[in-house]
T-cell receptor, first 114, second 113 residues
Framework: ETGVTQTPRHLVMGMTNKKSLKCEQH?????MYWYKQSAKKPLELMFV???????ENNSVPSRFSPECPNSSHLFLHLHTLQPEDSALYLC?????????????FGPGTRLTVT | EDKVVQSPLSLVVHEGDTVTLNCSYE??????LLWYKQEKKAPTFLFML????IEKKSGRLSSILDKKELSSILNITATQTGDSAIYLC?????????????FGAGTRLTVKP
C-alpha cells in the first residue's frame, strides 16, 4: 500500500471553476513533487518542493498554483484551466531532493476539464 | 539538451518470452537512473541504478547501468500477461542543489497468452 495519498481520485471541472488537488505523504519524506501524465506523453515533472520550499517550476502555466504548507502536504490549486490540461496528476515524495532517493508515487487524480 | 530515449516504443511478445528494454540518456550531472512500471495507475518503482556494471534483480526482472555507454537495460524473463504495462525510464540529475528528472517516453510492453 502506498504511503502517498491523493484526493480526489477523479475530478471533472469547467474552465471557469477553481479546484484544488491534495496530496499527503505518511513516509516522513522531505521532498514532494507534482507530475502530469498526459495521454501518449512522457510523465512531466511540474513542481518540486524540498522542506516546504519550492525548488523547481518546470515552466508550468500560472493557472496551476502549488502550495506546500508542511513537508507532509502538497496542494495544486487549479483555476481557469483548458481542456488540454486534462490528464492524470501524480504526486510523489522522496526522502530528500538531493541524493539518490527513489520517489514514491500516489495513485493520481484523473482530471477532466470540460 | 538533456534527453532520455527509450526503445523500443512498443513491444508485443508471448508468455514465456524474454524481453530487453533499453534506455539511453544524455544529461549533465547524472545521479541515478530509475525504472518504473506504469499500469492503469501511478507508476510503481522498480529499480534505481547509480553504479555502472552492478546488476539489480527482483524476481524475473533485472537491470543494469552502463555509464560508459550512457544506457541501461531492463530484462524480464519468462514474461507473464501481468507484465503488460508501460515501462518508464527516468534519469535524475542534480544541477546545483536542485533535483531534476527527465523521463523517457516509455516502452509499452504487451504480453499475449
Amino acid at each position: 500500500e502506498t504511503g502517498v495519498t491523493q484526493t480526489p481520485r477523479h475530478l471533472v471541472m469547467g474552465m471557469t471553476n477553481k479546484k484544488s488537488l491534495k496530496c499527503e505523504q505518511h513516509l516522513g519524506h522531505n521532498a514532494m513533487y507534482w507530475y502530469k501524465q498526459s495521454a501518449k506523453k512522457p510523465l512531466e515533472l511540474m513542481f518540486v518542493y524540498n522542506f516546504k520550499e519550492q525548488t523547481e517550476n518546470n515552466s508550468v502555466p500560472s493557472r496551476f498554483s502549488p502550495e506546500c504548507p508542511n513537508s507532509s502536504h502538497l496542494f495544486l490549486h487549479l483555476h481557469t484551466l483548458q481542456p488540454e490540461d486534462s490528464a492524470l496528476y501524480l504526486c510523489a515524495s522522496s526522502q530528500e531532493v538531493v541524493g539518490a532517493y527513489e520517489q514514491y508515487f500516489g495513485p493520481g487524480t484523473r482530471l477532466t476539464v470540460t | 539538451e538533456d534527453k532520455v530515449v527509450q526503445s523500443p516504443l512498443s513491444l508485443v511478445v508471448h508468455e514465456g518470452d524474454t524481453v530487453t528494454l533499453n534506455c539511453s540518456y544524455e544529461v549533465t550531472n547524472f545521479r541515478s537512473l530509475l525504472w518504473y512500471k506504469q499500469e492503469k495507475k501511478a507508476p510503481t518503482f522498480l529499480f534505481m541504478l547509480t553504479s555502472s556494471g552492478i546488476e539489480k534483480k527482483s524476481g524475473r526482472l533485472s537491470s543494469i547501468l552502463d555509464k560508459k555507454e550512457l544506457s541501461s537495460i531492463l530484462n524480464i524473463t519468462a514474461t507473464q500477461t501481468g507484465d503488460s504495462a508501460i515501462y518508464l525510464c527516468a534519469v535524475e540529475a542534480t544541477p546545483y542543489n536542485n533535483n531534476d528528472m527527465r523521463f523517457g517516453a516509455g516502452t509499452r510492453l504487451t504480453v499475449k497468452p
